[in-house]
């Protein structure tokens, strides 16, 4: 059969990316996407500059990583933008180039805005902004080596790998960082970003693609997406909350986030519902109708969004860690540490069980131990400190891939990549707003750190009744087990 005209962008004749320069690049991609992420080395250097030398309330803090994170809810536009546009005929290098380059350079331009929090702040998006392209990138080399070697399993244990040891060197290195200067932390970061540009320009020959050839008039006329009156109440009842929260004092980030977050499903819905003649934004427009059309996956971006918008702890603990039990920067970091190291070793365990279990026993396990796990702050003291550490990661963990793998479950065959990674931007939103809300109840309505960690397990174990509207085919499946409805 001969090419058509919506045939994506063909690769122009150059060398063969080789298999070792894929694993190299997705390896040192994966590392340093993640390990110099604001919130992950960064995480408590930023925050006890916010703390201690610009003097910010719990609530001020979790509101600026709100901001200064966002763009991790943008990443599956930007891998849309970037499969869709290559610049001079290349889609991953020089966006991964010009990411790389953008962070470090805005890392190193955080060292001289420590005490303007404006420009603090927007340093700290431009980072950020600059981090989702290169992430996005090294997730497009990933897929690349997947399909050219067929060995997407191992490509994908590699990235998992690399990011999990991230996870746990990074606050461990963050926390001796943080008793030092914020330079020490910007500069190391930076060099790491900017080494990563470097290998990038002189090892990576990446093929070009030819202009891609526009969609046929036949294939445009067919009719685009129109979203139902169920998503037309939705946009109305977040746009409600959010004009609420603006017009009552002390809840106005709040409101402006989630008219953030309405941008985000307009920019969504215009991809699903504009003719285009790009190839690439077509097959995502059609992806994008058919994940906009699930039912299941709905319910299931629902579900996580109820899990991870349950009023956190992650600053008030940090703040009760310093004041309170007087703990060292390096101390803080050594212990979120061995809540990674509990996380990757109960990832194994999940990977063990979930064929013997269906999706229900272990989601219902994982949520009621999670709240059981939280309960355990009540008791947290310098003597207990390791042990609740170690024993919260192992249930995170557990309650994190159970919500995967309900997301994974979820999303419709055909557009695995783009629907997955919109679960994971309400997961993402969800995750720095829970936090938002924790340090609020603390700053603005005076709870006490123990009432805020039983109002997170109650609210954690309220959601298990939620659990019965998911769908059952999803539900009621063990991993590997086909049931038919």
């Given at each position: ?341 509990a996380s990757l070793v109960f990832a194994f365990i999940y990977a063990a069980i979930c064929s013997k279990f269906n999706l229900r026993t272990l989601l219902m396990g994982a949520i009621l131990g999670n709240a059981a ?25 557990m309650s994190e891939l159970a919500l995967m793998d309900l997301a994974v479950r979820s999303t419709p065959r055909g557009c695995e990549a783009l629907g997955f990674s919109l679960m994971m931007s309400i997961r993402n ?57």
């Amino acid at each position: 059969m001969s090419r058509t005209a919506t045939q994506e962008s063909a690769p122009l004749s150059s060398p063969e990316v080789t298999l070792r320069t894929y694993l190299i690049l997705v390896g040192i991609g994966a590392f340093v996407t993640t390990f110099t992420q604001q919130r992950v080395l960064g995480n408590y250097p930023t925050l006890f500059l916010l703390k201690d030398h610009l003097h910010f309330s719990k609530e001020q803090v979790s509101e600026f990583f709100l901001w200064a994170t966002f763009a991790w809810n943008l990443k599956p536009l930007a891998g849309v933008l970037t499969d869709a546009f290559p610049v001079f005929g290349y889609r991953r290098r020089l966006y991964m180039l010009f990411g790389a380059v953008v962070a470090g350079l805005s890392w190193l331009a955080l060292t001289a805005s420590t005490n303007d929090y404006s420009l603090f702040l927007t340093f700290s998006i431009l980072l950020n902004i600059g981090m989702v392209f290169t992430s996005t990138s090294v997730g497009g080399l990933q897929v690349e080596a997947g399909h050219t070697y067929s060995i997407p399993g191992r490509i994908t244990a590699l990235r998992q790998i690399v990011a999990s040891i991230s996870y746990i060197a990074g606050p461990l290195l963050g926390g001796w960082l943080a008793a030092k200067a914020f330079g020490w932390t910007s500069g190391f970061s930076a060099a790491v970003l900017l080494g990563l540009a470097v290998y990038v320009f002189t090892s990576y020959q990446e093929h070009k693609v030819a202009p891609p050839q526009p969609v046929s008039d036949e294939l445009l006329a067919r009719p685009v997406y129109q979203p139902p009156v169920t998503i037309k109440l939705g946009i109305l009842a977040i746009g409600a909350a959010a004009t609420w929260c603006v017009m009552n004092a002390g809840f106005a980030n709040i409101g402006y986030s989630l008219y953030a977050l309405l941008v985000m499903v307009f920019l969504v819905l215009a991809l699903a519902m504009t003719k285009v003649r790009n190839p690439v934004l077509h097959k995502a427009q059609g992806q994008l109708s058919q994940i906009l059309q699930s039912r299941t996956l709905w319910l299931a971006a629902f579900m996580l969004f109820l899990v991870y918008t349950v009023p956190g702890l992650a600053t008030a603990l940090t703040y009760r860690q310093s004041d309170e039990l007087k703990f060292s920067e390096s101390f803080i970091g050594q212990l979120s540490s061995i809540e990674g190291g509990a996380s990757l070793v109960f990832a194994f365990i999940y990977a063990a069980i979930c064929s013997k279990f269906n999706l229900r026993t272990l989601l219902m396990g994982a949520i009621l131990g999670n709240a059981a796990a939280t309960l355990l702050f009540l008791y947290y003291s310098q003597d207990t400190a390791i042990l609740v550490h170690g024993i919260t990661g192992a249930m995170t963990s557990m309650s994190e891939l159970a919500l995967m793998d309900l997301a994974v479950r979820s999303t419709p065959r055909g557009c695995e990549a783009l629907g997955f990674s919109l679960m994971m931007s309400i997961r993402n939103f969800g995750i720095s707003l829970s936090d938002v809300l924790g340090s609020k109840l603390m700053d603005q309505f005076h709870f006490s750190f123990d009432r805020l960690v039983w109002v997170n397990a109650g609210t954690t174990v309220l959601i298990l009744l939620f659990i019965p509207l998911l769908p059952k085919i999803v539900m009621l499946k063990k991993e590997g087990e086909h049931i038919h409805e």
